[in-house]
């Protein structure tokens, strides 16, 4: 490269420079950018085996509601037979009306 010089000033030096200078101020905005990614990408994979961990709790906190329901449905069957609520199951409390053949639904 050439120096050209305007009254007195070196411009081949100061290009040479002020580029260097440009490029590292590119280079270190780039290395800060990579670094906000990093740290976040790990606050994400945090986040995310926080929420993982939070549902497998929640599934597993279910399963057991559900088995101890279930132990304990299955404890008081045997105690106390409950009677479904359905509307085709005839009520021997109430009397059939005249005519109706015996245990007809009314």
Do not use: Y
Not at 24 to 42: E, H, M, P
Not at 90 to 101: E, N, Y
């Amino acid at each position: 490269m050439t120096a050209v010089t305007v009254a007195g000033a070196d411009f081949a030096a100061a290009a040479v420079f002020f580029t260097a200078a440009f490029f590292a101020v590119v280079f270190l905005a780039a290395l800060f950018l990579a670094a906000v990614f990093l740290v976040a990408a790990f606050f994400a994979v945090a986040f995310l085996a926080v929420l993982r961990a939070a549902f497998l709790a929640g599934v597993a906190s279910t399963a057991s509601s559900e088995a101890s329901a279930a132990a304990g449905a299955s404890a008081d069957a045997g105690a106390s037979a409950e009677v479904p609520m359905t509307t085709t199951a005839p009520d021997s409390s109430v009397p059939a009306p005249a005519g109706a053949p015996a245990g007809a639904v009314t």
